[in-house]
């Protein structure tokens, strides 16, 4: 049992590249989320899934996007990256739970860096 | 909106001594409130979870929480603290399908 796996580790990117960002869950979980954790700002939400064929905005999308094709992976692109986009980005999984609020459980982690 | 507040970015305690990390949450309904931690290079964890009933609340590794509707506060204590528990803490507020996240506070353990 994996739990949620992300991929890559690390990337390098230039200006204006793209590149697409893997998470999967082995845990049949329904809802599924991308954030972006930055130093002093905590964990902030991009973009969700509250189940396969479903994508919502989180609270900073711009810039980004997502598709949710198979109920396990969430993916995560960047068309065209910026050095503001320069993060750790955490991929995130759970059960509709109580309230659409339950735990979350979080892959490793993705260290992006764009130059 | 739900938000959280956390006051303390980073807090310094020796070993064996106690430990707590506030948390204010802003939300009009009833909250479901989380605390996680992150070690440094990891994901975040789940230290315990606050949904209904007892306002004290056990979780892993020694750690509590209890909720205080009164002050909007899930404040974190740890009675004893070991070198291990240097790290991040984050306190999030759920709602809506989504949490929303304090900044984050940081523990030293000084030796």
């Known amino acids: 049992n994996a739990g949620v796996t992300q991929t890559p580790k690390f990337r390098v990117l230039k200006t204006g590249q793209s590149m697409t960002l893997l998470c999967a869950q082995d845990?049949?979980?329904?809802?599924m989320y991308w954030y972006r954790q930055d130093p002093g700002m905590g964990l902030r939400l991009i973009h969700y899934?509250?189940?396969?064929?479903?994508?919502a905005k989180g609270e900073v999308p711009d810039g980004y996007n997502v598709s949710r094709l198979k109920k396990q992976n969430f993916l995560l692109g960047l068309e065209s990256a910026a050095p503001s986009q320069t993060s750790v980005y955490f991929c995130?999984?759970?059960?509709?739970?109580?309230?659409?609020?339950?735990?979350?459980?979080f892959g490793p982690g993705t260290r992006l860096t764009v130059l | 909106a739900q938000s959280v507040t956390q006051p303390d970015i980073h807090i310094t305690v020796s070993e064996g001594a106690s430990l707590e990390l506030r948390c204010n949450y802003s939300?009009?309904?009833?909250?479901?409130l989380f605390w996680y931690v992150q070690s440094p290079g990891q994901g975040l964890q789940l230290l315990l979870k606050?949904?209904?009933?007892?306002?004290l609340v056990q979780g892993i590794k020694g750690f509590e929480a209890e909720f205080k509707r009164s002050q909007s506060s899930f404040n974190l204590r740890k009675p004893s603290v070991h070198w291990s528990d240097a790290a991040e803490y984050f306190c999030a507020v759920g709602a809506l399908n989504k949490l929303s996240f304090g900044a984050g506070t940081t523990v030293t353990v000084r030796a």
């Open positions: 845990m049949n979980h329904e809802y």
């Open positions: 995130a999984s759970s059960g509709p739970g109580q309230g659409g609020a339950d735990t979350q459980y």
């Open positions: 899934s509250v189940g396969e064929g479903t994508t």
């Open positions: 939300y009009g309904a009833t909250p479901y």
């Open positions: 606050y949904f209904s009933g007892d306002t």
